[in-house]
């Protein structure tokens, strides 16, 4: 068996009885899609931890008693909001020849010169694209090299991404993916705060013998 794989049991408790299934250390979940009826299921805590851990946005094998395996996807995932724990999982069992929309992380490779300077710092403004394609085709992680951001007005955006021939990019090719802005120094930070400060205040002084002149017109 795959290591990829989730046995579960079919669930017979529903609604706030899902409690004492947690408190024994086991998460309520549901299967669905492919044009077959859901199925409610429970399983252990521990070992679905660890496959969402692996799986991301990637198939793997559900198998319900014994049944067949099901390919089917993450679809939602419920946490505690302070203490994280497992509360609920969504699957979506899918129709392999159907091509489907999906999100699929950007991971940096390589090194800027001059980030590595310590001039400049690399901006990651994107974490991730929207593709689409076969499930078994859903890229686990598409790289950004900023090895390319040489210059410092140079830019990764999302047309210079390598994605694979069978799959399509739905997020616009202009999106910017990193970049590169220059480490100031704390003297730096300090004068330019100065220098906004004597601009406040001169534009003060500037309205206030503006009025002045206006009272002695009016005069």
């Known amino acids: 068996m795959s290591e990829n794989t989730l046995t ?3 669930r017979a408790v529903f609604g706030r009885a899902v409690k004492h299934l947690r408190a024994e250390g086991l998460v309520p ?22 496959l969402l851990g692996r799986v991301q946005n990637q198939l793997f094998d559900l198998v319900i008693e014994g049944e067949a395996p099901r390919k089917v996807l993450v679809q939602e995932v419920q946490r505690h909001p302070v203490r994280r724990y497992l509360l609920h999982v969504d699957l ?5 020849t159907e091509k489907r929309e999906a999100e699929v992380p950007l991971v940096i490779v390589g090194s800027s010169p001059l980030a590595e300077s ?9 974490t991730e694209v929207m593709v689409r394609c076969l499930p078994t085709d859903i ?4 790289e950004v090299d900023v090895s390319k951001l040489e210059e410092p007005e140079a830019t990764v955006v999302v047309g210079d991404l390598t994605i694979p021939e069978n799959v ?16 100031r120094t704390m003297e730096e930070e300090t004068a330019e ?18 009025g002045k002149a206006e009272e002695e017109e009016e005069e």
Not at 92 to 96: E, F, G, K, N, R
Not at 118 to 126: E, I, K, P
Not at 139 to 142: K, M
Not at 168 to 183: F, G, K, N, P, Y
Request: proline fraction near 5%; charged fraction near 30%; glycine fraction near 4%.
């Open 8 to 10: 579960v049991e079919k």
């Open 168 to 183: 399509e990019l739905i997020t616009a090719r202009d999106e910017l993916v990193a970049s590169l802005s220059i480490v």
């Open 29 to 50: 979940g549901i299967v669905y899609g492919s044009k077959k009826e859901p199925v409610p299921f429970q399983t252990a805590a521990t070992p679905l931890e660890k």
């Open 193 to 210: 705060e100065e220098i906004e400060e004597e601009v406040v205040e001169a534009g003060d002084v500037e309205v206030i013998k503006k």
């Open 139 to 142: 890229p686990s992680r598409i």
């Open 92 to 96: 979506q069992q899918v129709d392999l």
């Open 118 to 126: 310590n001039l400049y710092y690399l901006n990651h403004q994107l």
